[in-house]
């Protein structure tokens, strides 16, 4: 963690969307790759909204606290 301070506000804001970015594309690999061929592009489309919408909660904060 140290190191990544060592880098300017700019840079450092560039790499944490670069983090958020591979993290997104992580989940949606995942979730094509074991499902594997799909009848339809709206049902290709379908699963990447749901794969996202699940990482979205995650990210949210709790309403209870």
């Known amino acids: 963690m ?3 301070f060592a880098f300017s ?4 804001r ?4 670069t983090n958020a970015v ?6 949606i690999r ?3 790759k ?3 061929s799909f009848p339809s592009e709206d049902a290709a489309e379908k699963l990447i ?3 996202n919408r699940g990482t979205r909660k995650l ?5 209870g606290g």
């Open 34 to 36: 074991t499902r594997g």
């Open 14 to 17: 560039v790499i944490h969307t």
């Open 49 to 51: 909204y749901l794969a």
């Open 2 to 4: 140290i190191p990544f």
């Open 9 to 12: 506000p700019e840079i450092r």
């Open 22 to 27: 591979e993290s997104l594309n992580r989940v």
């Open 30 to 32: 995942k979730s094509i």
């Open 59 to 63: 990210r949210e904060p709790s309403e």
